[in-house]
């Protein structure tokens, strides 16, 4: 029997899949997409109230990758062993109908211009010798004005609420200072500040910094798409990260695309079905479809495809590429391949403070991808020079509400009993008369850390699993200090009468037994050299000119903000050279 | 002229005057396929999952349940052997191929209105359009003597207008075109009455069109658990507050700033309305909206801000209130308002103010989920309660909702609640193809 023929093919169904499916549907190819997990929907996942079961949801886990069937191994330094990562701790990876997107929390930034292309801009500011030896620190190859339309499609795709500085060049609102020109304001209005954010947002500008909303996939009103897709509006119910929004809120690919996309008879899903490789011609310049393996059934299945896009969740795409011998594995000895190279992460610190106790901080309300936040020392916003460090952090507070475990867990902060009345006492006074202020920031790229695939653990399928060698460096633990450091006196002037100021500690390496960030990035980089970046600027494989990977993987270093409106735009923008010259005449956009 | 030419060129004249017969064979083929919509035949004739029209779905009647039947061309299963006239006898006068009569689950009397053209493409598209399925229906499950059919020949003599009559009757009723062309889908294939008017003891509608007097589409009485509201100008529980606008969104996708679908009409607007023409809708609308109120007793609603206040203070005292504030309050609001067309209004919605309240708490204990509408593909769905509260929470949640916001409707028991649960409906028949989103 012949394999079933598809136009294209698609890995993963998250916000990376659910767009490029909803954009090549509309170029009239025909299209499946494979999810390695279960089919998941509002009605189901999101019913109320058992949606908003702590237990179930963020402690027990029930939305991210069943780690007992494949995961990856870990190990600090090239001189050691990796071990699997077998309990879900420090980032959490999807799994399911939706990804990451259904679980996420709605933080949806657009970018920093000038970390689209960090390499030339810290050039230009402080010489080439400020980089640190052994930093890759490269540009992305496509700039903001390339990529704006497409921040503007997905924002108004997502439903995002936020307030704008500038659009088209005039000031509209009291937006981030530091964000560049739109060509059109949010869709909706932000949302509306806590308490804990309000007096942040007094506190930052009193101290002379810029305060401003965060944009948010959280719909500050009811929203139809450009798709007919519906939000209702969020109520700060808390249950974002980790939880199906049972308002429809929330922005997912299952409520802002899915909709659309399953009445397309041109579009199919098949959940339950885990990629094992791409398959290749025997040059391995083309791929002719892909093998996977129904979960359910066990049955190993194929299907042939003109065009294959990967849109797995970061690691995953990396691991598909150099399993199926995609592009050249990269080599940390020789620094040579790019399949691995620049595995990038993001500095997270949250620190707590505490108000006097006439003070209630109220913080069961919250909302994901609300908050206020300062950008006076992230990107290139401030001046590096005499701090000698590449990179910074937004600094903000984003109270996305606390659920009664994570405060009996995270009661107190540090040097507190853990249990007895003092535990008691400042389990309650943490819950009321806190809040916590983070420090999200950018991770830069190394020659010894990065991606290859495990000499010694499989996952049940009998694949090796993927190897991460990650730790923290001296260039972004002082990144961090520094930013930091730049809490103290906003928490003071706030009325703190404690803080628990946390932040990485020279030397500290990476610990994966704690939760940081999910914000994983890198492993398969755009660039404008085939030598130092697995893909080209429109996200296609400089190697196998069919494939086209989307994702946070194509991040040549790990930025201050939350990837996830990054990588919308430019799945949008890989897309739309797809649509308007690959599909004309298929081959590689760039000549290698 | 040359011979070859000449050939050719006749070749060419004949081939296009079959194009045209075709084209034209095809407009009709359209012209029905878009009339079965109108008529909403697939309601009740197709089964989700299974061939179009191949028939099955079940009715419960008083005496026994009764399926419908397979309306595919196939000549042993379905309608294949029908001629244009015998069609036309089932569709307009209930009288089947054998001469016997259809059960009046068939709208008959509806359709007695249909024009001969209309009835010609709908015979057209049963031939051409519809692909014929070897498949039978179940069999009905009638016990003798019941099972006879020959009593419903004098309902049918008795009841249901003669196509002559039918049509005579409505003519020239209106000058407005668009009033016209919306007396005839409503009345005619659409069939509203059949469900939203009363119906007498003896089962025949007590009002067939406009004409007949304000009982038409004042309300009917429950279907499958759910209890058709009245379509005419009750400010309370009619479409007094509805304009003409909310009821074209309403029946193109489902929902609309003063209401949202749920229960047996959710497939008449899948199968049917959705698939109409905007100007079609409008004319529905603007018929609907000439219907005068059949209750001159009704006081207008207004927003009463009482309970509003009160659980803006956390005030729980009303009876249901703490209830509300748990379960449903964070859709539908502390102020009933909602968040229209996501989450529908409780305040001044009519259906929170009909008299029965079997529809109001099957929707409580159920559930209800909007299906993916080709113009509003969000499935946007509220969890059901039957298993989450006793029948005294759920009385008095629909009892606050009935009494706050200016809605005056009675009050509920748990009796009543216990009584409606031997109602509850089976699983929408649209919910397995809406599920998903």
Redesign the interface.
């Known amino acids: 029997m012949g394999r079933t023929h598809v136009d294209a093919v698609i890995v993963g169904a998250g916000w990376a899949g659910s767009i490029m499916a909803k954009e090549l549907t509309e170029a009239g190819l025909s299209v499946i997409m494979l999810e390695r997990g279960p089919?998941r929907?509002?009605?189901?996942e999101g019913?109320?109230?058992e949606s908003i079961d702590e237990l179930r949801g963020a402690v027990r886990k029930r939305l991210f990758q069943n780690l007992s069937q494949s995961t990856v191994t870990i190990r600090n330094t090239m001189d050691q062993t990796a071990l699997p990562y077998r309990q879900l701790a420090a980032f959490l990876p999807g799994e399911g109908v939706g990804g990451a997107g259904l679980h996420w929390s709605g933080v949806h930034f657009r970018v920093a211009p000038e970390d689209l292309r960090l390499r030339s801009s810290v050039i230009e500011r402080y010489g080439e010798k400020f980089i640190p030896d052994g930093m890759n620190l490269q540009d992305y190859g496509v700039t903001y004005e390339e990529l704006e339309p497409f921040f503007d499609k997905a924002e108004k795709v997502f439903g995002t609420s936020g307030e704008a500085y500038k659009v088209q060049g005039k000031i509209v609102g009291n937006g981030n200072i530091f964000s560049p020109d739109r060509s059109d304001n949010f869709p909706l209005p932000a949302m509306k500040d806590t308490f804990s954010a309000s007096i942040f947002r007094d506190a930052a500008k009193n101290a002379g910094y810029h305060p401003y909303a965060l944009p948010a996939a959280n719909a500050s009103?009811?929203y139809?798409n450009p798709?007919?897709?519906?939000?209702?509006?969020c109520?700060f119910?808390g249950y974002c990260s980790g939880y199906d929004c049972?308002?429809?809120s929330k922005a997912s690919p299952?409520?802002n695309i899915?909709?659309?996309l399953?009445?397309n008879p041109g579009f199919t899903l098949v959940p339950n079905a885990h990629v094992l490789r791409i398959d290749l011609d025997s040059a391995k310049t083309k791929a002719t479809g892909v093998t996977y393996l129904d979960t359910k059934s066990r049955k190993e299945m194929s299907l042939s495809a003109d065009l294959v896009i990967l849109g797995a969740f970061q690691f995953n795409n990396v691991h598909l590429m150099l399993v199926s011998g995609i592009g050249k594995p990269y080599d940390p000895v020789s620094n040579t391949g790019t399949v691995g190279r620049n595995f990038v992460y993001q500095t997270i610190t949250s620190s707590r403070v505490w108000l006097p106790s006439s003070t209630y901080t109220n913080q069961f309300v919250g909302a994901g991808g609300s908050g206020v936040a300062i950008d006076d020392f992230n990107s290139m916003n401030f001046d590096h020079g005499p701090l000698g460090f590449v990179g910074g952090s937004p600094v903000w507070v984003n109270q996305a509400g606390v659920k009664p475990i994570a405060a009996a867990i995270g009661a107190g902060g540090g040097g507190t009993p853990r249990w007895g009345s003092a535990y008691k006492n400042a389990l309650i006074n943490t819950y009321k008369h806190s809040l916590g202020i983070d420090a999200h920031g950018s991770n830069m790229a190394y020659r010894d850390v990065y991606l290859d695939l495990d000499p010694t653990w499989k996952d049940v399928y009998g694949q090796p699993l993927l190897r991460m060698t990650f730790t923290w460096k001296d260039n972004d633990i002082r990144m961090n200090q520094y930013v930091v450091s730049r809490i103290e006196p906003i928490a003071r002037a706030m009325g703190a009468t404690k803080m628990n100021l946390v932040h990485l500690n020279a030397g500290q390496p990476f610990d994966t037994r704690n939760y940081q960030t999910t914000h994983l990035g890198g492993g398969a980089i755009m660039g404008d050299n085939p030598q130092t970046s697995a893909l080209n600027r429109y996200l296609q494989s400089w190697d196998v000119s069919n494939v086209f990977v989307i994702g946070s993987n194509a991040f040549p270093q790990g930025m201050g903000y939350n990837p996830t409106g990054v990588v919308a735009a430019l799945a949008y923008w890989a897309a739309h050279h797809i649509r308007t010259t690959y599909l004309k005449s298929p081959g590689p956009l760039v000549k290698a | 002229m040359k011979w070859p030419l000449f050939i050719a060129c006749f070749l060419g004249m004949a081939l296009t005057a079959e194009a045209t017969a075709q084209d034209s064979d095809k407009a009709v083929v359209e012209k029905g396929r878009y009339l079965a919509a109108a008529s909403d035949c697939a309601a009740c004739h197709s089964v989700h999952g299974k061939p179009e029209y191949s028939g099955g779905v079940s009715f419960f009647l008083p005496m026994g349940k009764i399926y419908s039947t397979n309306i595919t061309p196939d000549p042993d299963h379905g309608i294949g052997r029908y001629t244009e006239a015998q069609f036309e006898q089932a569709l307009r006068q209930g009288i089947r191929r054998d001469g016997s009569t259809l059960y009046p689950a068939m709208p008959f009397p509806s359709y007695a209105r249909l024009t001969d053209n209309d009835i010609h493409a709908l015979f057209v598209y049963f031939r051409d359009g519809v692909e014929a399925v070897p498949v039978s229906a179940p069999k009905n499950e009638i016990p003798w003597p019941l099972s006879m059919r020959w009593p419903l020949t004098f309902w049918r003599w008795a009841f249901a207008p003669t196509p002559h009559k039918a049509i005579t009757s409505t003519a020239g009723e209106f000058t407005d075109p668009l009033l016209e062309r919306g007396a005839y889908l409503v009345e005619g294939p659409a069939h509203c009455g059949a469900c939203h008017s009363p119906r007498a003891i003896t089962m025949q509608e007590k009002a067939l069109t406009a004409h007949d007097g304000s009982l038409y589409l004042a309300g009917g009485a429950p279907v499958d658990g759910w209890t058709p509201p009245s379509l005419r100008q009750e400010n309370r529980t009619g479409l007094g507050r509805w304009s003409e606008e909310d009821i074209v969104s309403f029946l193109k996708t489902g929902r609309s700033n003063t209401g949202s679908v749920f229960g047996s009409m959710t497939s008449a607007i899948l199968h049917g309305t959705q698939k109409l023409t905007d100007n079609d809708l409008h004319a529905i609308a603007h018929y609907l909206k000439s219907l005068p109120s059949a209750d001159r007793t009704q006081t207008p609603w207004t927003y009463d801000t009482t309970i509003t206040d009160q659980l803006h203070k956390a005030d729980l005292s009303s009876r249901g209130a703490r209830i509300y504030v748990d379960r449903c309050a964070a859709c539908h609001r502390t102020d009933g308002k909602g968040y229209p067309a996501v989450f529908p209004a409780l305040a001044g919605n009519p259906v929170m103010m009909q008299s029965d309240a079997m529809s109001l708490v099957h929707i409580v204990q159920k559930g209800a989920s909007l299906p993916a509408m080709t113009a509003a593909p969000s499935s946007i769905t509220m969890p059901a309660f039957s298993h989450k509260l006793t029948d005294q929470q759920i009385a008095d949640v629909v009892t606050f909702i009935r009494h706050a916001w200016g809605n005056n409707a009675s009050s509920v028991s748990a009796e009543d609640v216990r009584q409606f649960s031997r109602t509850m409906p089976p699983p929408d028949m649209a919910d397995d193809a809406v599920s998903l989103n």
């Open positions: 089919e929907t509002t009605p189901v019913a109320y109230p009103r009811q139809t798709y007919g897709c519906q939000m209702g509006p109520n119910c049972y308002l429809y299952n409520v899915l909709p659309a399953r009445q």
